[in-house]
């Protein structure tokens, strides 16, 4: 018996995994740069915890944040893989 099995779709996988890639990036920016340094003063109005919401973003928000898009980075490869039939 002879299977047949499906190649893989590189073409339309890859853009999207850099579009996946940038896209992480750029909120992980916006988040340790944006909310840490450059938004700092105006978050700073707000406190969460006790501490100013500029400063917490700055030590605490943007790991949290980061890896949360770890976590999600992983499932959105897995959907990405299954899409394009690519064996990770």
Do not use: H
Request: proline residues 3%.
């Amino acid at each position: 018996m002879t299977e047949k099995t499906e190649t893989p779709d590189r073409k339309g996988y890859w853009p999207e995994v850099l579009r996946l890639t940038l896209t992480l990036l750029a909120i992980w920016f916006l988040v340790s740069f944006g909310a840490g340094i450059l938004f700092r003063e105006f978050l700073d109005q707000f406190s969460l915890g006790g501490a100013p919401l500029g400063f917490w973003f700055a030590q605490n928000g943007s790991i949290y944040v980061f890896v949360a898009l770890i976590f999600y980075y992983c499932a959105a490869m897995n959907r990405l893989e299954k899409k394009y039939r690519i064996e990770g």
